[in-house]
């Protein structure tokens, strides 16, 4: 019988990862279909495999520059992940470890703030953009994105776990609070900042809005945007599409596979107490 139940509880889990992965292998095979091919489908995998679509994408860069909306994703990303792992920590510690009159307080209007939709701050926030002169350069997208709750929230969370006993022992070694800080609680919050570092990229890298909204030349577009291009409200070209979306998917997967020990250690270790 334990035999029978862990056989059925690994198909189950093969079912169930099936079911996500489905959607990605379909978009990947239909890439390297005709586009004659994608309009009529037969089967998921093509009969007649081409590489045009690829080719077009990355040949063909002047209405839709694909490797400059590559660098603009990457280094937007990149950037917002470094200042909201900057910002989110520091917060996280001066709540939780310094003492601030009313962190409890704080605390609460942070976490209030992440119930309000984002939609409400697009227009004061274009309105800033637009008097600092931001508005079409990418610190209109890196800047606003350091602003959200969510990181300190998880941050104060996790370092709240963390025993006082390990922070009193190098304060009495001669630790001053900033090396406190940075050589006891980042090592220690490391895995929930591997896992904020991660969610932070994802969420910018496959932010629509923001960009559609405060980038007006095509040559500064991200990717999400970008492909939206290859659509119109008379064609859509399909493969060219699920092409360019292909290539924009991998390296998040590349960076979930090499960061998924860190995440699966985050939500082990997130909640014990001393």
């Given amino acids: 019988m334990k035999h029978l139940r862990r056989s059925l509880i690994i198909a189950l889990m093969f079912a169930v990862a099936a079911m996500f992965v489905a959607p990605l ?80 307080r704080i605390l609460g209007v942070i976490v209030l703030t992440m119930m309000l939709p984002a939609q409400l701050f697009l227009v004061p926030v274009y309105l800033i953009l637009s008097r600092l002169g931001w508005l079409d350069t990418p610190w209109a997208l890196i800047v606003p994105a350091a602003a959200g709750g969510f990181g300190v929230f ?17 304060l009495m070694d001669g630790c001053s609070t900033l090396g406190v800080f940075m050589h006891v609680n980042l090592p220690l919050c490391a895995p929930a900042m591997a896992t904020l570092g991660i969610f932070t990229f994802i969420g910018s890298w496959n932010d629509f809005v923001g960009p559609l909204v405060f980038m007006d030349s095509v040559r500064n577009y991200t990717l999400p945007v970008g492909i939206a291009l290859y659509q119109s409200s008379y064609v859509t070209e399909y493969g060219l599409t699920l092409a360019t979306s292909v290539m924009a998917t991998m390296p998040l997967i590349a960076m979930f596979l090499i960061f998924q020990r860190q995440i699966i250690e985050s939500m082990a270790t997130t909640g014990l107490k001393d």
């Fill in 154 to 170: 998880m941050l104060a969370s996790f370092m709240r776990a963390i025993p006082r006993s390990i922070e009193e022992a190098a």
């Fill in 25 to 104: 292998a379909v978009k990947i095979f239909t890439s390297f279909k005709p586009e004659k091919d994608v309009l009529n489908p037969t089967s998921v995998v093509p009969k007649h495999w081409t590489g045009e679509n690829y080719r077009y994408v990355l040949k063909y860069s002047e209405e839709a520059p694909f490797a400059r909306w590559l660098l603009n994703s990457l280094f937007v990303s990149s950037s917002v992940t470094l200042l909201v792992l900057v910002c989110s920590s520091t917060a996280a510690y001066a709540i939780t470890r310094l003492r601030v009159p009313g962190s409890s």
